[in-house]
Structure formats: structure tokens, C-alpha cells
């Protein structure tokens, strides 16, 4: 047993809390960019991009991350490519967030009046431009709120990655608690730290909500 005071565990937490803050945002930057070219190439009508967006979003959707995470992790080396903790955790977050992402927003761009897809057309813009002009700017405002909102479930989804090695805060918490035999102590910190993390990202997000509300 490791004499650990209450200082002792919240410093080495909060070395652990800056690997989710940094894998979450990979996790969110690197779905948004899958998510907006899904969202695309769903729009746009292409030969077979419906189908085949609908069917990964079903999966990644459909699945739960922890599986998603031991494939990453796991079922990548059955094919000889061994790949780290980081690597694993960030692809499989990236893949889970993008599922979800582009279904927030492909939900903002269903929502905008059919009239203003018509006077676009009427137009004769092309796709891009419909969507750069017209359709994005309105779909974005509707969108930021919900988006920021999802960034809550993205980090509190990385304590999972603690099941294939990942020190991040919930790995870390685990590591201290074998060491201290202290889990009480321990993991109120943790959730302490969640709740910093999460709390103000979601008032954010609220705040967002209601403002979008009083300008509609």
C-alpha cells in the first residue's frame, strides 16, 4: 500500500485528465471531418453513398463502443498491424463520433423549409453552392447547439479506453486505487474531474439551446 495523501491523488489525476481532454478533442475534430464528408456524400445523392452511409451509422450506432474499442485494438493485430493504445482509442472514437455526428446533421439540414431548397434551385446553384450559401449557413446555426452538446457524451465515452490500456483519468483512477486501496477517495475525484470537464460544456450547450430558441 502506497501512503498517497488527498493532494498526491488530484495532481496525478489531473496529469491523467489532460490525455481525455486530448483524446476527446481528437475524437470530436477527427468525427466532425468524417461526419461532414458522410453528411456530403449523403446529400449529394451519389450512386450508392445512402445505402452505404445509412449502413455505418447503423453499425457504429448499433454496437457498443467498449466492442468497438476491442476491435480497434484487438482484432487490427489479427491482420498484422499492431497499433497502440492512442491509436486504437482515437480511431474507434473518431469512427463512433462521426456515426453520430453526421446524423445530427443531416437532422439540422432536414429541418430547413423545403421552400428554401426550391429557391435555391430556382437559382439553378449547384450542390456546392446550395449548401455553401444557402442551406449551410441555416443548418449551422441550428446544429451548434446539439454538436457542442454530443462533445459531453465524446468525453465521458474516453473512460472506456481504459479496457485496452489507455491511461486516461478512469485508467489512472484504477492505477491509484490498486496502489492507495483507497476507492472511495479516488473515484470521488474522478467523477469530481468528469463533472469539471463535462459541466460547463453542457451549460454551454444549454445556453446555445435557448438563444437559438428566442431569435426563432
Not at 490500456?165 to 474522478?190: D, H, Q, S, W
Amino acid at each position: 500500500m502506497v501512503d498517497f495523501s488527498l493532494w498526491d491523488i488530484f495532481r496525478n489525476l489531473l496529469l491523467a485528465a489532460r490525455w481525455t481532454v486530448l483524446l476527446s478533442l481528437i475524437a470530436f475534430i477527427g468525427g466532425s471531418v468524417v461526419g461532414l464528408a458522410l453528411l456530403l456524400s449523403r446529400l449529394a445523392q451519389w450512386p450508392g453513398a445512402q445505402r452505404a452511409v445509412a449502413v455505418y451509422v447503423q453499425v457504429f450506432q448499433g454496437t457498443p463502443l467498449l466492442m468497438q474499442l476491442f476491435l480497434a485494438y484487438f482484432g487490427l493485430a489479427l491482420f498484422g498491424i499492431n497499433v497502440s493504445a492512442w491509436v486504437a482509442a482515437g480511431l474507434a472514437l473518431t469512427f463512433y463520433a462521426s456515426a453520430y455526428l453526421t446524423e445530427i446533421w443531416r437532422g439540422c439540414v432536414m429541418a430547413i423549409p423545403k421552400g428554401q431548397w426550391e429557391a435555391a434551385d430556382s437559382l439553378a446553384l449547384s450542390f456546392g453552392e446550395k449548401m455553401r450559401h444557402v442551406i449551410g449557413p441555416q443548418a449551422l446555426r441550428i446544429a451548434v447547439p446539439p454538436t457542442v452538446g454530443f462533445l459531453v457524451q465524446v468525453i465521458k465515452g474516453t473512460a472506456l479506453a481504459s479496457v485496452i490500456g489507455f491511461i486516461e483519468l478512469t485508467k489512472a483512477g484504477t492505477m491509484i486505487t490498486n496502489a492507495t486501496f483507497r476507492p472511495f477517495t479516488v473515484y470521488a475525484c474522478v467523477a469530481v474531474m468528469y463533472f469539471v470537464l463535462c459541466w460547463p460544456v453542457s451549460a454551454y450547450a444549454r445556453k446555445l439551446e435557448r438563444s437559438f430558441k428566442r431569435e426563432r
